[in-house]
């Protein structure tokens, strides 16, 4: 078999110690987080840097051998799942920091570093590195240029894009394209960074990343706010963009149901408000100057309350206090405790019309399910928002009505299927609902031009 | 001759007013501001609508008929210019603004609308666009984004792929991809948009646009600063980032020998300070508080004077005094009147290496040209220099010798060798020095994927 011959060039080439086979990696895990099905990866292929990948990609070529590249496996919609027709290339054990540049103020760092590690490696040097997301402890570098990770603080700081200056990838040929560039311009010709990150490992496995650092924020201002209702939270965040000279680094919205829902179910939270409202925001600010950053988020908010925007609100006096609002944001971490069979969705929408379409999707699953149990928040800052559906006895995995109801108003109001997860395979059937068939067309082609024998994580995507 | 037949086919099917033949545009300015040759093109395409884009292109197609795409024509590097065997497609009847939408904070633009006009646009409905260059007046939002344009407001802002979110593009088989999105997030699938926004209209014909906006800046602060050397001016920069709040929304950078020519030459700029200095730095924030912000500039100001890290500054006490300060910066427009044969490059490198690169440049060209001019300056905070040498007696076009010298140390430095004027045809014989083999490589597979025919601006790039 043509596989097989693959495997034992690779075996043979890289050696023993970088081409395991089944059973030589143990119970080691291999799926995502996805749920998805995954299978047994034909070998896995731990590379030891650039040139092994290289080494390791033009030999799958040469053999027509599929790829799927790894990271920390923290997806959400299968991306780094296997068939079982593919050998796994994990990045896990290219986790070095390679360099700080604290005057360029850049990070060089390998693919396989979690993005922990580069977080509190910026720390240490005295900057900041603004992605954040919950699985900040397994995920790492390379999947998070891979999917285009987003996070809370979106709204300041940008995607994972934004935070990418220099990028090192290898194409199926095994040839090493772009480089550690340390350039904020570079206008010298087809941006590939661009191209590869959000790719989600069909276009080329990235090795290696200069990233870009920020200045380390000092003085953090947090509030709950309650309000009347959408036109006012849409308000509120204009104002605060305009009003709030460092900017907004967070500004989470969540409707009532969600609210009163993970406060019903979860007994370590508590409602930072006396009375009930159709909306909440957490919103936060960070800045250089404690003292002038806290008068002027506290007298912003006084304008907001003065003028009816914000109906009640609550300011974080330390904190602890504003761990407890971001507390009931976090409560999807939960979810497993009281509604483990729910469907998930991550869509976005211009920011005007997130209210709109919201209550369009509330109200079509409400006539279809009257039952359900639906929650939704999200980084309104993005016009990202998460909807949640529970529905009682429908299991895991036969979310198919939902989806198509979800992804059905996606797609009339121009929005996305996937605002920050991707597509992998859980929304690789959705896809038209975002994209026009040209543009699918064109991914094909693109797609075809780099890696013309398709073993670059095949079936993803499209 | 299959050109005629395609002149003849387009003039059919879009009819005399959009396809006009030589000898009925008039003197209509074909070239650009490169002062590099171009020819007149076989035709004058100027459509009204995407529509007419997309049956414009099919037929060249068709016809292998070549397309130059053209927007304001204020590019410097002959990327818009002609041989002679192409058909020119203006956007300039594209020129309207389709919407402003007030709560999400976006402007959806045709392509051919001037950068002026977004500006003033977006600063009538009370929000800033902040991209900006000498060229507002006649560039477009198309070429901004077929050119990924800079300016001096890219340390806070971004380039113009950061001010875009929805890009509708008409690639070479007439197809229309992208759209009118107006998501922050969207991670469905390849992302055309940051793939054409700089690719200067090799890939596709970039039509309608969805533009960020972002809140009107209410309070400006800016100083002067005389400065030792030029690690105190990597350190002002960190400083300056770290410690004003609302960022650094220009810091840039002129070397004594700029500062000294263009106020010898030029009567109308008086040094803002008494004593010579070897570097200046032209500092600016801009916030929405006008009492704090003014006060915490003038504090940082204060601290970095007395820890000598600033020599010496003035701090603007007026709008006019300001712009007396950017009078210095601006003076390159001025160039023409006492060296009009110099030759200009834009490049950068990371921050920690602008200095020794820069000063490697210069001693390298004092060595061979003891008598030149050389004028350095730039934007500090994007790592992108300016170098301008002028030789007594060596014409203008005739300066490959300056060329390969800066190019070179450029390459060595691994910086780039156009950090925001693009490749077109003047740089082109250079792309190796900033791009290796390989992604020179996959960018003609890119291209060849979406062109086929290779009927877009052929000949520039690469």
């Known amino acids: 078999m043509a596989a097989d011959e693959g495997v034992r060039a690779l075996r043979e080439t890289l050696g023993a110690q970088v081409v395991m086979l089944p059973g030589e990696f143990g119970d080691r895990r ?31 070529t040469r053999h027509a051998l599929p790829v799927v590249t790894q990271g920390g496996l923290t997806g959400l919609v299968g991306g780094a799942n296997l068939r079982g027709d593919e050998v796994a290339l994990s990045l896990d054990r290219m ?16 693919a396989g570093t979690p993005l922990q590690v580069v977080q509190e490696a910026a720390s240490a040097a005295g900057f900041y590195f603004p992605l954040d997301l919950g699985a900040r402890g397994s995920c790492s570098i390379g999947g998070n240029l891979a999917t285009n990770a987003g996070g809370n603080r979106v709204i300041k700081y940008g ?38 990150t959000g790719s989600e490992g069909t276009l080329a496995v990235i090795t290696r990343a200069v990233l870009r650092l920020r200045p380390k924020p000092t003085a953090t201002a947090t509030a709950w706010c309650g309000l009347p209702d959408f036109a006012a939270v849409t308000t509120l965040l204009t104002r605060a963009q305009a009003g709030l000279a460092p900017g907004v680094s967070a500004f989470e919205v969540m409707w009532a149901g969600y609210h009163d829902t993970v406060l019903a179910n979860l007994d370590t939270l508590r409602a930072p408000l006396a009375s009930p409202h159709p909306f909440y925001v957490l919103l936060e600010s960070v800045g250089t100057d404690p003292v002038r950053h806290g008068e002027a988020f506290e007298e912003f908010l006084g304008t907001m309350l003065e003028e009816g925007i914000v109906s009640d609100a609550a300011l974080a006096s330390s904190e602890a206090h504003a761990q407890a609002f971001w507390a009931i944001r976090d409560a999807p971490g939960e979810y497993q405790r009281f509604i483990p069979d729910h469907a998930a969705y991550d869509v976005s929408f211009s920011i005007a019309q997130v209210g709109e379409a919201a209550a369009l999707c509330e109200a079509r699953l409400r006539e279809r399910w009257p039952g359900a149990t639906i929650l939704v928040y999200g980084h309104l800052g993005d016009g990202n928002i998460h909807i949640v559906v529970d529905v009682p006895g429908m299991p895991k995995h036969d979310h198919d009505d939902i989806d198509r109801i979800v992804y059905d108003v996606t797609r009339e109001f121009h929005g996305s299927i996937s605002a920050e997860h991707g597509i992998g395979v859980k929304k690789k059937h959705f896809l038209r609902q975002s994209r026009t068939e040209a543009d699918v067309e064109s991914m094909r082609a693109i797609k075809q031009a780099l890696d013309p024998h398709g073993i670059l994580n095949p079936g993803k995507i499209f």
Chains 1, 2 share one sequence.
């Open 159 to 196: 995607m994972m894009r934004d935070q990418v200056l220099g990028l090192e990838a290898v194409l199926a040929s095994g040839a090493v394209v772009g480089g550690l560039n340390k350039m904020i311009k570079n206008n010298s010709g087809y941006d590939l960074r661009h191209l590869l």
């Open 95 to 110: 986790n070095r920091i390679v360099e700080i540049d604290a005057v360029s103020g850049t990070m060089t760092v390998e």
């Open 30 to 60: 291999v799926e995502d987080w996805s749920g998805l099905p995954s299978a047994v990866p034909l070998a896995l292929v731990r590379p030891r840097d650039t040139a092994e990948v290289a080494a390791a990609l033009a030999l799958c």
